[in-house]
């Protein structure tokens, strides 16, 4: 089977590597000249409106997926057309579109934070006497990593935040005072069953994740899977799905879902039966889920701008580093690390040792 991969980053790199020992063969549709995956498969270069270039690319694979919900779904609707794509485009629409995801969450009953509607001054001013201060002004669409938002902590900051975006379409968001970021993933197939893993503790800084850790047996799984299979199930999706979500005391509120692999499942590599990548791969290409279940204790580092010393990292019993082959570059994403151990003492060790280098 060809499987078809819009995007060419670190997700699409590590979803060929959970692949290829599978007999798959991939192509990869970037605009991008030297993507970082270009080695793992053949590299279609076109732009995402090029609908020339997209019918060739289609017309090459048997079964399509994305790495991003910053696709345009315009490209997703119409490659649909000639060859199937899971997710579909029903689950991009959900998630491209900040203000049309906080309104499939009040749909399905999903709780999550206040949040209005932005499209001038007038409007952003009359929205923060709704919901109050502190508040996140992001864009409604090509949000990621912390980009297109600005958090609101006092009326000084009304006027730098609207010069900043407001040429956006944007939504205002009350700022959580939360316990802890968790995050979900769950995978479906195509006859509709569904698989959660352990869910992720999250650290994000400036808006980027920087560390997760696996938290098997959790108190909020059970509800954190009931919210995640609202989703699964409202967009008939396929492949793996993660949703952020903000605990507060007992409760949970969703912060946004991704339709696609996700960074905070990167511990599944190494820490699950199946990981992430491989049970998308089998749940688009309509092979039977994998186990979810988890073989130890698992956390993983993301590696920002730069590379850490790789002898001193290795030096760590249990660890597995991940190199994305991306030049460095400040923000940028350029590998992870993943800490794996079967023993509580010696794992608690370890991660106070990758969060050192956050």
Known sequence: MIIGVLGGGQLARM????????????????????????????HVRGEYSDRVMLSRFARQVDVITYESENIPLECVEF???????????????????RLREKRIFQELGIPAPAFRA????????????????????????????GKGQFVLRSRDDVTRAWEMLGGFSLVLESLVA???????????????????????????????LRFSRSCPRDPMQKPAEELAGKLLRHVDYVGVLALELFQ??????????????????????EGA????????LRAIAGLPLGKTSVTGHSAMVNFIGRQPDLA?????????????????????????????????ASFEEGCRTLRSLL
């Open 312 to 344: 001193g990292l290795l030096a760590l019993r249990g660890l597995h580093v991940h190199l994305y082959g991306k030049a460095e570059r400040p923000g940028r994403k350029v590998g992870h690390a993943t800490l794996w151990s079967g023993s509580g």
């Open 178 to 208: 939360f316990d802890r970021e968790i995050s979900v993933l769950g995978v479906r197939d195509q006859a509709g069953k569904i698989l959660f893993y352990p869910l992720s503790e999250n650290v994000h800084h400036d808006g980027v």
């Open 79 to 97: 490659l649909s057309r000639i060859t199937p794509v899971h997710p579909g485009a029903r689950a991009l629409n959900c998630s491209g579109d």
């Open 273 to 280: 039966m199946t990981s992430q990548f491989e049970n998308h």
């Open 248 to 269: 507060v005391g007992p409760v949970l509120l969703a912060n946004e879902m991704a339709p696609r692999v996700h960074n905070s499942g990167h511990w599944t590599i």
């Open 15 to 42: 979803l060929a590597l959970a692949g290829l020992p599978l007999g798959f063969d991939f192509v990869f549709y970037d605009p991008a000249p030297a993507p970082c995956v270009a080695s793992l498969g053949e």
């Open 118 to 145: 932005v499209d001038s001054l007038a409007a952003l001013n009359g929205a923060i006497e709704e919901i109050g201060l502190p508040a996140v002004l992001k864009t409604r669409t090509l949000g990621y990593d």
